[in-house]
């Protein structure tokens, strides 16, 4: 079995995705190295000949992230940055195109995207550490967030024209996604009108994520309390 027998065939992964050996590379350890094209997004890597033949070589391009997403090929030069800064970028995807995420009625469910170009993680990370207000120890320590309004109010899209850094306190103060008027109403039937969760939460001991779920229906009530959206009430 020589060392180029299978350059020019077609395999399938274990996700049904075709791919095409392009050529040989190199041999370590007795194991043979190819190059593969993957005939859909034409993206190609290196793989090793035993994964090849048994289908374990994946797409990084493939939008295996709710169908929208794909994490590229990110690089791991910076472990530790590039770990926390793809749990961040999941959640931005989730909250925009998972119809059962908690935040996705705040987010897709009010038309935010993500632009195009961030809806590869590998774009994503080049492209933060350049954006307005970056600090890397700030965000390695969640000091600050990625915010999408403060330049255009109401903006529905995420990308690195439309965003900036800014404190976490100031970002969990103005968030228009939550800032919609809604009525709280104690045990007692007193009625307060708000436009924050959080601030909501704080004078009255309670927990803004747990407002939000009686805002959308999920629940009737929280420690006594009801709300409800003002515009639901005209």
């Given at each position: 079995?020589?060392?180029?027998?299978?350059?020019?065939?077609?395999?399938?992964?274990?996700?049904?995705?075709?791919?095409?050996?392009?050529?040989?590379?190199?041999?370590?350890?007795?194991?043979?190295?190819?190059?593969?094209?993957?005939?859909?997004?034409?993206s190609?890597?290196?793989?090793?000949?035993?994964?090849?033949?048994?289908?374990?070589?994946?797409?990084?391009?493939?939008?295996h992230?709710?169908?929208?997403?794909?994490?590229?090929?990110?690089?791991?030069?910076?472990?530790?940055?590039?770990?926390?800064?793809?749990?961040?970028w999941?959640?931005?995807?989730?909250?925009?195109?998972?119809?059962?995420?908690?935040?996705?009625?705040?987010?897709?469910?009010?038309?935010?995207?993500?632009?195009?170009?961030?809806?590869?993680?590998?774009?994503?990370?080049?492209?933060?550490?350049?954006?307005?207000?970056?600090?890397?120890?700030?965000?390695?320590s969640?000091?600050?967030?990625?915010?999408?309004?403060?330049?255009?109010?109401?903006?529905?899209?995420?990308?690195?024209?439309?965003?900036?850094?800014?404190?976490?306190?100031?970002?969990?103060?103005?968030?228009?996604?939550?800032?919609?008027?809604?009525i709280?109403?104690?045990?007692?039937?007193?009625?307060?009108?708000?436009?924050n969760?959080?601030?909501?939460?704080?004078?009255?001991?309670?927990?803004?994520?747990?407002?939000?779920?009686?805002?959308?229906?999920?629940?009737?009530?929280?420690?006594?309390?009801?709300?409800?959206?003002?515009?639901?009430?005209?």
């Amino acid at each position: 079995m020589g060392k180029e027998d299978i350059v020019g065939e077609i395999f399938i992964n274990n996700n049904g995705e075709q791919f095409k050996v392009n050529k040989y590379l190199y041999c370590k350890n007795t194991e043979y190295y190819y190059e593969v094209e993957f005939i859909k997004t034409h993206s190609k890597k290196m793989a090793e000949k035993r994964n090849i033949k048994y289908g374990r070589v994946r797409d990084d391009y493939s939008k295996h992230i709710y169908g929208v997403a794909c994490k590229g090929n990110a690089s791991s030069t910076y472990p530790k940055f590039n770990k926390l800064a793809f749990k961040r970028w999941y959640a931005m995807i989730e909250r925009c195109y998972n119809k059962d995420a908690y935040m996705y009625p705040s987010y897709g469910g009010k038309g935010v995207i993500v632009d195009d170009r961030w809806l590869c993680f590998e774009n994503y990370i080049k492209d933060i550490k350049e954006i307005n207000g970056f600090d890397y120890d700030k965000y390695i320590s969640g000091s600050i967030q990625l915010d999408k309004d403060m330049f255009i109010d109401n903006n529905l899209v995420y990308s690195k024209d439309t965003c900036c850094f800014i404190s976490r306190s100031k970002n969990a103060k103005y968030q228009p996604s939550k800032m919609k008027k809604f009525i709280a109403i104690s045990s007692d039937g007193d009625s307060y009108v708000f436009n924050n969760q959080n601030e909501c939460a704080r004078e009255f001991g309670l927990t803004a994520r747990t407002i939000g779920k009686v805002l959308n229906g999920d629940l009737k009530s929280h420690k006594g309390w009801t709300f409800r959206y003002i515009q639901q009430d005209l």
